[in-house]
């Protein structure tokens, strides 16, 4: 099975901070990896698809890039609604379609 | 508007079984793969098993190979999730989940969520 190594798994940013968010495949994967956000006591929500692609409705501040097995969330300009927690998942090839571990994101 | 409203959840012994049902509305349910995932008390998302359109094909994670059956029902709009010989770790928040696929029809992703229902196993 492939394996998704997320980091880091919390970080303390503040209103407006650029902010990365880092998600590893333990083997090659093309784009197939979406990203997640998820707030306490709800269902998770897609930001980001075949590694880049914004979800309709998401803001243009999240964006999502690719660097072989690399991945990366970033979020230019940090809001306050977007304290939560951000998790990858890859979709390649047969199932399962394994999340990473998590990256809980806190106010600093 | 689509809808995904899972139910069937609740305290189970171990070594019990539970069936886990998601109705599903506003779509057209039997053009969809669906999904479970599943979510541990204070844990991240693991994902658990989808199934084609039509049932002919169905994947599981291997924790849960063997124990949990997942199936659909399309003319009742629901999908389902039959879990047997339940332990102890398979305590969390199960979530249906609806599959869709970018424009071009390879990349697929999570796009709806029901809102989970919650199974305990503890004797």
């Known amino acids: 099975d492939i394996q998704m190594t997320q980091s880091p798994s919390s970080l303390s940013a503040s209103v407006g901070d650029r902010v990365t968010i880092t998600c590893r495949a333990s083997?090659?994967?093309?784009?197939?990896l979406n990203w997640y956000q998820q707030k306490p006591g709800k269902a998770p929500k897609l930001l980001i698809y075949a590694a880049s692609s914004l979800q309709s409705g998401v803001p243009s501040r999240f964006s999502g890039s690719r660097s072989g097995t690399d991945f990366t969330l970033t979020i230019s300009s940090l809001q306050p609604e977007d304290f939560a927690t951000y998790y990858c998942q890859q979709s390649y090839s047969t199932p399962p379609y394994t999340f990473g571990q998590g990256t809980k994101l806190e106010i600093k | 508007e689509v809808q995904l409203v899972e139910s069937g959840g609740g305290l189970v012994q171990p070594g019990g079984s539970l069936r886990l049902s998601c109705a599903a509305s506003?779509?057209?349910?039997?053009?969809?793969?669906m999904s479970w995932v599943r979510q541990a008390p204070g844990e991240g998302l693991e994902w658990v098993a989808n199934?084609?359109?039509?049932?002919?094909?169905?994947y599981y994670v291997d924790s849960v190979k063997g124990r949990f059956t997942i199936s659909r029902d399309n003319a009742k709009n629901s999908l389902y999730l039959q879990m047997n010989s339940l332990r102890v770790e398979d305590t969390a928040v199960y979530y249906c989940?609806?599959?869709?696929?970018?424009?071009?029809?390879?990349?697929?992703?999570?796009?709806?969520w029901g809102q989970g229902t919650l199974v305990t196993v503890s004797s």
């Open positions: 989940a609806r599959n869709d696929y970018d424009s071009s029809g390879y990349y697929d992703y999570l796009n709806y």
């Open positions: 199934i084609k359109q039509d049932g002919s094909e169905k």
């Open positions: 506003g779509f057209t349910f039997s053009s969809y793969w």
């Open positions: 083997q090659s994967i093309s784009r197939y």
